[in-house]
């Protein structure tokens, strides 16, 4: 039977790379977006998406979540007709709440237009918007059903072919003359191809149309059970991650929202590693819990703490020192009044990236009320921070909001899962990664600062130097043992 360090390590592996494919093909989109649209078309695009994206949970009540849990559950104890009623039952909740919400959307649209927006042109984005709302029930149901049964190369390759087929339909509908209203377009049709791409390999995994219908009350309140706190978790989650966009758009200008949402998704994208690992082991850590491997979880915890600072800190730093460089070349000078706040989402995303799997594990186990009142803490605090600052300093401002919000959520997730296993807090490990990582940064700046080549010369001579000291750092402080990791690669290749 394969390991579960294994199967985490293959699984994402797989994930990480259709991630990685999917993150290039969504940011080539953005960078063509920005780029023919101009900042204040694309600030208007981006408040009407994040807009309704927003206000999602009112159709998900945390059973997103929930059915990832319990597929997961259901499959070890072989109960498939439970399967099946809990898709029925999660997909008609969906459907419920979305209808609710695009009646309430549709009939104030003209409203939110001339108060909140302050563009006509926002009505007909609404309106395409409200179609993808409803049609991408369709394939994100899919999606947690791939996810739930561990099905990592079909989950994985969601977002890569989504964000093709988006890219491919967003440059068709450019030249078309669709200008604004081509991502709206492009997203709405895109989830129904994907739905339609998706469904074959559905029908195959679950024999749906074999299996009977368990009583679908019983099932959806014990669904409810776990979604409910989850949706909390959820609507902190967004809190964290758009009201930043919701405030740009009400205090500053659109020009400004477009800006924030060039800066935001490429910090994001740094994100990929922390968000497919959280991804695996929920249902994974969900598991192990349930057939009682409790010192396998303990030990996984302790190797990510440690190992996942130490991968993910070179790239970041790197990313931080060169941030104006990016900005300019990828979406031009525009947009290049946006490479402070850049490089503070940096630092934000780096605590981000182990907070997001120290919830996912919390979840997994049956904690979810922990999570959420670790997220609406932090949600709570980004409100605060966002009031303050974004009317006055804008986007900066945002950006200190969000990076604030992501340290509590890694300092108190971390100290619950800690608390829960009964283990040592990590900061001795986490202060000599601190230490090596400031051995790179200043060494890259150095670098940076003494050669004078092609900008991009400089990016990958000081980041390969950087990393090979930063590795020797690690190796001297023992922060890093050379054998462990040696282990570690023997048991993730080993048939």
């Known amino acids: 039977m394969m390991s ?8 994402t592996g797989v994930i990480l790379l259709f991630s990685a494919l999917a993150g290039m093909v969504s940011y080539a989109l953005r960078v063509i ?8 078309e694309y600030g208007l695009f981006y408040s009407v998406f994040t807009f309704i994206i927003f206000f999602l949970f009112f159709r998900d009540w945390g059973l997103g979540a929930a059915i990832v849990k319990y597929i997961a559950e259901f499959k070890v104890k072989e109960q498939y007709a439970e399967i099946k009623t809990a898709i029925v039952s999660v997909f008609l909740v969906q459907v419920i709440g979305s209808l609710i919400f695009a009646l309430v959307i549709f009939f104030t649209a003209d409203l939110l237009a001339s108060r909140y927006f302050h563009d006509p042109r926002s009505v007909p984005l ?11 029930i369709l394939f994100i149901t899919l999606k947690q059903v791939f996810l739930g049964l561990q099905e990592t190369g079909i989950y994985g390759s969601f977002e890569l072919v989504k964000n093709s087929l988006t890219l491919v339909l967003v440059l068709f509908f450019l030249k078309w003359g669709l200008g604004l209203f081509a991502p709206a377009a492009a997203y709405t049709l895109a989830a129904l191809i994907l739905f339609f791409l998706y469904l074959p390999s559905f029908l195959r995994r679950v024999h749906f149309f074999r299996q009977p219908l368990v009583p679908l009350l019983p099932l959806t309140r014990k669904l409810a059970h776990f979604g409910l706190p989850v949706l909390a978790t959820t609507v902190g989650g967004k809190v964290i991650g758009y009201i930043d966009t919701l405030f740009l758009t009400y205090f500053r200008t659109l020009g400004e929202v477009g800006v924030y949402n060039v800066i935001l998704p490429s910090a994001l994208v740094l994100l990929d590693l922390g968000t497919t690992l959280a991804t695996l082991l929920l249902p994974l850590s969900s598991e192990l819990w349930a057939k009682g491997e409790h010192l396998r979880l303990e030990q996984g915890i302790r190797v990510l703490h440690r190992f996942l600072f130490a991968l993910v800190l070179p790239v970041l730093l790197t990313v931080l020192v060169f941030a104006d460089l990016l900005i300019n070349v990828l979406f031009g000078e525009s947009y290049s009044n946006g490479a402070l706040a850049f490089q503070i989402l940096i630092i934000g995303v780096l605590f981000c990236i182990v907070a997001s799997v120290n919830n996912s594990i919390l979840s997994g186990i049956g904690q979810p009320a922990k999570v959420t009142k670790i997220v609406l803490l932090a949600a709570g605090v980004n409100i605060v921070v966002n009031v303050l600052l974004i009317p006055r300093h804008g986007i900066t401002g945002a950006a200190l909001a969000t990076s604030v919000s992501y ?11 800690t608390r829960q296993f009964k283990i040592s807090f990590p900061w001795r490990d986490w202060s000599k990664l601190g230490g090596a990582g400031l051995v790179f940064l200043f060494l890259v700046l150095g670098i940076k600062w003494l050669l004078v080549l092609n900008p991009w010369w400089e990016l990958l001579v000081s980041f390969l130097l950087g990393t090979v000291v930063y590795g020797l750092v690690l190796v001297a402080t023992k922060t890093i043992v050379p054998e462990e990791v040696k282990r570690y690669f023997r048991l993730v290749i080993s048939p």
Do not use: H, V
């Not at 340290?407 to 899962?417: A, D, N, Q, V, W």
């Open 33 to 40: 977006l920005a780029r023919w649209l101009g900042p204040t």
């Open 4 to 11: 579960y360090t294994k199967k985490l390590a293959r699984g």
């Open 407 to 417: 340290l509590l959520l890694l300092i108190f997730s971390t100290r619950s899962l």
């Open 126 to 136: 609404l309106y395409l918007l409200l179609l993808y709302l409803l049609l991408s």
